[in-house]
Each structure stands twice: as C-alpha cells, then as structure tokens.
C-alpha cells in the first residue's frame, strides 16, 4: 500500500505571496491531518479534516487554510506569506477514529525569502 | 494548553552505550507515542502507550508511561549509528485528535 504522498517536496515562495501545499493519503484513510515544523517550535499542529469537514484546528492565523476533497487528498493554504512560515509541513493521515495510527508524509519544505 | 518538555535536546554518544530521554508535561494524556524522524523524512511511529505505568520493548528500546500518565522515557541500550535521528514524543488529550508533540531530542551516535 502506498504511504502518504505530499507535492511539492521543495517551494521557494517571496513574501507576499501565497502557496497551495497537497497531500494525497493512504488509500481507505478519510482523516487528513497537516503540522508545521520548524526548529524553534518544533512540531505545531495546524488542523485535522475527516470526510470533507475540518474537525480541529489549532492556533494559527487564518492566513492558514485548508480543505479536503471527497477522495480525501487535501490541500492547505497560506496566503500573504511572511518569512517566520518557512518551515517543513507534514500532512498524516489515519483511518478516522482517535486510536488509528497516524502515518506521516515525507513533508514539504517551503522556504520565503 | 498542553504543553511536554523533551530533554535532553541534544545528545551525541558512542556506539555501545545506553541512554535515556524524558518527556514530561504537567498535563494528563490518555495516550503517549514516540516517533523517530530522520532528515528529509517525517516522522515513524515506534510505540504508543496508554495505560499508566506501562512497559513496552521494541528490540533494544524500552518505552515506560509514567503511573500518572503526565511523563514517558524511551531507553535504548547498546545504541548503534543507525539509531541516530530526532525522536519526538506526541501525547492527545481523551477524546482528542490533536497531537501535541514535544521539541524532539536529536541523537548522533557515532561508531
């Protein structure tokens, strides 16, 4: 079975701009979750979607987005980029409930120069 | 907020021995779990535990959940380079799906 695909691996992005991140998950999985790594902070939790419908988020602005398609590949959104969101991001994904595992993808790593 | 602080941060070793990092926090999960992270890659589950006190082994690692569910260690004995890496330790509230991961330890061992 495939693992949890993300695309693009590398982005370079200036300020200003925005950036769409995607993440394919494993197959039969509908819970979609992405996270922000970076050194200082380490690993911060950005939101979770299950079947289409966000189900938690965690403490980021709302330049922070995303959504879920009803094949369960996401996508998540940063708009008006400032350098401080150049950070690795990883997208999990789990079957649904609370006790699934969650299987981490290989993360994009965005740079904002 | 739940917050869970990793120590050391930073620990470089030789290969053979042992060694221990702690994850501590003043809040109660309902489950605990480690990672391994290597550069370039996300992170790999390697245990979860939820119950208080538990011991689970995986080959020379020894994962332990505090009596009171706020702390966890992971020991590894007779460490090799091959265990090198940021291991990272997740802990969810019950009924949460939110992890809150701790900072990470970042293992260099060398032959």
């Known amino acids: 079975k495939a693992g949890v695909t993300q695309t693009p691996r590398y982005l370079i992005k200036t300020r200003g701009q925005q950036v769409t991140l995607s993440c394919s998950p494993i197959?039969?999985?509908?819970?979609v979750s992405w996270y922000q790594q970076t050194p200082g902070q380490g690993l911060q939790f950005l939101f979770e979607?299950?079947?289409?419908?966000?189900?938690n988020k965690g403490n980021f602005p709302g330049r922070f987005s995303g959504r879920q398609f009803s094949n369960s590949r996401s996508e998540m959104n940063v708009s008006t980029l400032e350098l401080g969101d150049s950070a690795l991001y990883l997208c999990?994904?789990?079957?649904?409930?609370?006790?699934?595992?969650?299987?981490f993808g290989p993360g994009t790593r965005l740079t904002v120069l | 907020t739940q917050l869970l602080e990793q120590s050391p941060q930073f620990l470089s070793i030789q290969e053979g021995e042992n060694l221990t990092v702690y994850c501590n926090s003043s809040?109660?999960?309902?489950?605990l779990q480690w990672y391994r992270q290597e550069p370039g890659e996300g992170p790999v589950l390697l245990v979860t535990?939820?119950?208080?006190?538990e011991v689970k082994k995986l080959k020379r690692l020894t994962f332990q959940f505090g009596d009171a569910r706020k702390d966890s260690s992971l020991h590894i004995t007779a460490a090799q380079p091959g265990d090198t890496g940021l291991y990272l330790c997740?802990?969810?509230?019950?009924?949460?799906?939110?992890?809150?991961f701790g900072k990470g330890t970042k293992l260099s061992v060398i032959p």
């Open positions: 999990a994904s789990r079957v649904a409930g609370v006790r699934d595992t969650q299987y």
């Open positions: 197959s039969g999985h509908r819970s």
């Open positions: 979607y299950f079947s289409e419908t966000q189900r």
């Open positions: 809040s109660v999960f309902s489950s």
């Open positions: 535990v939820v119950t208080g006190g």
């Open positions: 997740a802990g969810s509230g019950a009924g949460s799906y939110q992890l809150t």
